[in-house]
T-cell receptor
């Protein structure tokens, strides 16, 4: 158990819908990172939050948004879902705003049908 | 351009054989970190090793060893006496800023009993 908790583990939804993925970081970690792993794009960095503030942004679509709450858990919101959004979404956490070896959660597998 | 290249898409070896997974990276930064992660069939990402750019010492951990060569921008991973449990996808990753990782496309290793 990495200490990073992601829910749900699996999600199946229809095109056009909106879903929310949740991540609870390890105790004491202030940063949360989101990654998408898809068959065609591989593992790609989406966004990082540190202590409630957006810290770094990667290849995140405008249809996607994230936030980090005062209790440090984070949510990734995916809207107007397309078939191509089907992927494994990982969350990771670290203590500081820069970290060189963060711990990943077990992922949420999203299937858009 | 890819920052991390794993040219070997799939490798199959017979149990007890040694196998080397190649990783070539590209960066202009003098300070950076390299990683290897394992993704077993269950899907989670398991941290294996971190190496910073100032430490070219090779590392051995049990059956695993890593060869970091800045001159060739490579960070190769060798599994000695492979076992069936080593079957997984292995990812090499680069971090320059500490905010995001650039992952290679992964090498799928199958160890045949």
């Amino acid at each position: 158990d990495s200490g990073v908790t992601q829910t749900p583990k699996h999600l199946i939804t229809a095109t056009g819908q909106r879903v929310t993925l949740r991540c609870s970081p390890r105790s004491g970690d202030l940063s949360v990172y989101w990654y998408q792993q898809s068959l065609d794009q591989g593992l790609q960095f989406l966004i990082q939050y540190y202590n409630g503030e957006e810290r770094a942004k990667g290849n995140i679509l405008e249809r996607f948004s994230a936030q980090q709450f005062p209790d440090l858990h984070s949510e990734l919101n995916l809207s107007s879902l397309e078939l191509g959004d089907s992927a494994l979404y990982f969350c990771a956490s670290s203590v500081g705003h820069r970290n060189y070896g963060y711990t990943f959660g077990s992922g949420t597998r999203l299937t858009v049908v | 351009a890819q920052k991390v290249t794993q040219a070997q898409t799939e490798i199959s070896v017979v149990e007890k054989e040694d196998v080397t997974l190649d990783c070539v990276y590209e960066t202009r930064d003098t300070t950076y970190y390299l990683f290897w992660y394992k993704q077993p069939p269950s899907g989670e990402l398991v941290f294996l090793i971190r190496r910073n750019s100032f430490d070219e010492q090779n590392e051995i951990s049990g059956r695993y060893s890593w060869n970091f060569q800045k001159s060739t921008s490579s960070f190769n991973f060798t599994i000695t006496a492979s076992q069936v449990v080593d079957s997984a996808v292995y990812f090499c990753a680069l971090s320059e800023t500490g905010n995001q990782f650039y992952f290679g496309t992964g090498t799928s290793l199958t160890v045949i009993p």
